[in-house]
């Protein structure tokens, strides 16, 4: 699972590392004024083509057309869907949840997962 977590965070930093320092204040404009609720609307309505971006190559993600409009809110979007997994990936890691054991006991360790702070 470790190298998931790894690979989860190369992605973020490739997605990060693909917009350029005026990329990053134009996206910083455009957002200026949005509420934390506005973003997470956008990225619900958008959480399929959010996932497509994120398993895209680099060149694919620069050859298609309809990601162009929205491509640094999908850097954005991207890179916190692959922040997220890697949390997610790293708790399942750390409390052991995998497959094979009682389910009791799956749902339990679950419920601790994701009530610690």
Same mark, same amino acid.
């Given at each position: 699972m470790h190298a998931y977590v790894e690979r989860c965070t190369e992605l973020?930093?490739?997605?990060? &590392?693909?917009? *350029?320092?005026?990329?990053?204040?134009?996206? !910083?404009? @455009?957002? &200026?004024?949005? *509420?934390?609720?506005?973003?997470?609307?956008? !990225?619900? @309505?958008?959480?399929e083509t959010i996932a497509q971006f994120v398993e895209a190559s680099p060149s694919q993600r620069n050859k298609r057309k309809a990601w162009k409009d929205a491509r640094l809110?999908?850097?954005?979007?991207?890179?916190?869907?692959?922040?997220?997994?890697?949390?997610?990936?790293?708790?399942?890691?750390?409390?052991?949840l995998s497959p094979g054991g009682p389910y009791r006991k799956m749902a339990a360790k679950c419920c601790e997962t994701v009530s610690e702070p």
């Amino acid at each position: 699972m470790h190298a998931y977590v790894e690979r989860c965070t190369e992605l973020a930093r490739e997605l990060v &590392e693909s917009l *350029t320092e005026q990329e990053v204040e134009t996206l !910083r404009s @455009r957002l &200026e004024g949005a *509420t934390k609720g506005d973003w997470t609307a956008w !990225r619900k @309505r958008h959480a399929e083509t959010i996932a497509q971006f994120v398993e895209a190559s680099p060149s694919q993600r620069n050859k298609r057309k309809a990601w162009k409009d929205a491509r640094l809110f999908l850097c954005l979007a991207g890179f916190q869907h692959c922040v997220e997994a890697g949390i997610v990936l790293e708790e399942i890691d750390l409390h052991f949840l995998s497959p094979g054991g009682p389910y009791r006991k799956m749902a339990a360790k679950c419920c601790e997962t994701v009530s610690e702070p």
